[in-house]
T-cell receptor, first 115, second 113 residues
Framework: QQQVKQSPQSLIVQKGGISIINCAYE??????FPWYQQFPGKGPALLIA?????SEKKEGRFTISFNKSAKQFSLHIMDSQPGDSATYFC??????????????FGQGTILTVHP | DGGITQSPKYLFRKEGQNVTLSCEQN?????MYWYRQDPGQGLRLIYY???????QKGDIAEGYSVSREKKESFPLTVTSAQKNPTAFYLC????????????FGPGTRLTVT
């Protein structure tokens, strides 16, 4: 019930295209859903995050879509650029719980944007 | 400059040796975490600490040990009991336990031969 399932494992997109990465979860107690971006040899960095009281959040070219009833959320990267090539992780946490809230990560998606 | 530092960036050890990875933060965060990352897998939690002198096992604690004697420091020791120690190790911190945002260090790549 703690798992977060992420797909696809890898994604190749042409420059200017839309990259879409999907995640699904089981634990309805999760109340915060961040996406992390990781470049090779570096630590993950928070990219964008959403709470379940909204269905969409947009920051620049990055948009999270959230479907609470389906327990799914996705990252859309508009006008994808070669500099977006990285590994993307979705995650989920019960940040409002009284017990320790563990950040549960998806398996990661390796995005390659061809020029 | 605020942030999390991990040293060294690359570490090589012979099998059977213990090795300690350093993690320091100057963000004044209460909680600190250690994750392990293997190719094609997400991050797996090794240990976490909510306050000084307290720490808890994560999902894959076997073969690892930690200490939290100072708020800013959370070193991880990879012992000889860890069967597959070669991996990328990431330290993270958050303002408090269970806080939604975790901030990651640059990582240490450990190779054991």
């Amino acid at each position: 019930q703690q798992q977060v399932k992420q797909s696809p494992q890898s994604l190749i997109v042409q420059k200017g295209g839309i990259s879409i990465i999907n995640c699904a979860y089981e634990n309805t107690a999760f109340d915060y859903f961040p996406w992390y971006q990781q470049f090779p040899g570096k630590g993950p960095a928070l990219l964008i995050a959403i709470r379940p009281d909204v269905s969409e959040k947009k920051e620049g070219r990055f948009t999270i879509s959230f479907n609470k009833s389906a327990k799914q959320f996705s990252l859309h990267i508009m006008d994808s650029q070669p500099g977006d090539s990285a590994t993307y992780f979705c995650a989920a946490i019960n940040a409002g719980g009284t017990s320790y809230g563990k950040l549960t990560f998806g398996q990661g998606t390796i995005l390659t944007v061809h020029p | 400059d605020g942030g999390i530092t991990q040293s060294p960036k690359y570490l090589f050890r012979k099998e059977g040796q213990n090795v300690t990875l350093s993690c320091e933060q100057n963000l004044n965060h209460d909680a600190m975490y250690w994750y392990r990352q293997d190719p094609g897998q997400g991050l797996r939690l090794i240990y976490y600490s909510q306050i000084v002198n307290d720490f808890q096992k994560g999902d894959i604690a076997e073969g690892y040990s930690v200490s939290r004697e100072k708020k800013e420091s959370f070193p991880l020791t990879v012992t000889s009991a860890q069967k597959n120690p070669t991996a990328f190790y990431l330290c993270a911190s958050s303002p408090r336990q269970g806080a939604d945002e975790q901030y990651f260090g640059p990582g240490t790549r450990l190779t054991v031969t």
